[in-house]
């Protein structure tokens, strides 16, 4: 009996593989050195608040920050949420206006929405042809009664930088609370929470080989102290503000995925743009492809393409036999509407829909991108040939 060889994975940026020497970090924490950090009566508590500890110390020096500045979360969603939400209901009597972009994910999009039903008002600012916001746009739209900025550090879709530096220093001027979405970002580029003017932000393990389930929010305590009210009650947990047990293993995994991706930080973003590099000068030299998103300004390891004169739904189904990819969000897979990012660039909807987002990862060969590009190559030639619907270049 012959075993299916499973295809390619590049959907590096909807998730990652927990790498297995975290893996090896989290095991005794499930059934060894099992206690609650927060038993503070004996052993078993102790060591699970050293290990707490641990992994709050290394997420705190891989941005700049301090131990007391991390609220461990279920995630970025819910770090997304914290921040946003409780930044509004802290600063409810200073200001009803927040900024963000047309581009955010789910995550920070749909939080801001909520908030618009209490009453708050929300700017939603879109972006030039290549994903960067105008920041003489953003300065534009900041007013008095502004009290939080969001805008991504990376988008999940088309891996572009926002100018974060340039972005906390308007907010810092203005006494404007300034909170981003890194997610993404971490582990792959600088994030330094001090000379980017960074008030919050939130990040996930499982986008850096850590597990899913865990993520934090960093909360600046000085210059300026950020007040945050806390949308789980009961326990106090974090400091007062996100209750609820501590997922001991999930943290330590956060910790060691984290180490391990700032040690090899360098080389391995160097290898990555290689081997993405590769893969676009193959697919460009096809008519009709088109690169989403700046070309230099943009994770190592993300390639966005949109491509004429092809079904996108006809193409994803030919390439996933061979390569694991999307055309979007691993949160909006399931709709039928074409990418909120990709219309937000200006594209029209056939050629958002016929769009290939390719995330590679730690384990991505460059065995691996010469047959994805050899099998994309041929698929779209084959679509257009064989009178199946198609795009058209606009």
Known sequence: MTTQKRPIYLDCHATTPVDPQVMAAM??????????????AHAYGWEAEAAVQRSREILAAGINATPEEIVFTSGATE???LAIKGVAEAYFSRGRHIVTVQTEHSAVLDPCRYLETLGFEVTYLPVQPDGLIDLAELERSLRADTVLVSVMAANNEIGVLQPLAEIGRRCRDRGILFHTDAAQAIGKIELDVQTQGIDL?????????????IGALYVRRRHPRVNLAPQLHGGGHERGRRSGTLYTPQIVGFGEALHLAWTNQEGEQSRLKELRDRLWQSLQT??????????TQRLTNNLNVSIA???GQALLLALRTVVALSSGSACSSASTAPSHVLKAL?????????????GLGRFTTA????????????TILALRQSGRPVTTVH
């Open 367 to 378: 065995a691996e991108m010469d047959q994805v590009a050899h099998h994309c190559r041929a």
């Open 346 to 358: 200006g594209r029209e909807d056939d050629l958002a829909y016929a769009s290939l987002r390719f």
């Open 309 to 311: 004169e092809v079904d």
């Open 27 to 40: 095991l005794p924490f499930f059934t060894e050195q099992f206690g609650n950090p927060a038993s503070s």
């Open 201 to 213: 932000m939130s990040v996930t393990a499982h986008k850096v080989y850590g597990p899913k389930g």
């Open 79 to 81: 770090a997304n949420n």
């Open 286 to 295: 096809l008519p009709g492809v088109e690169l989403n998103g700046h070309a």
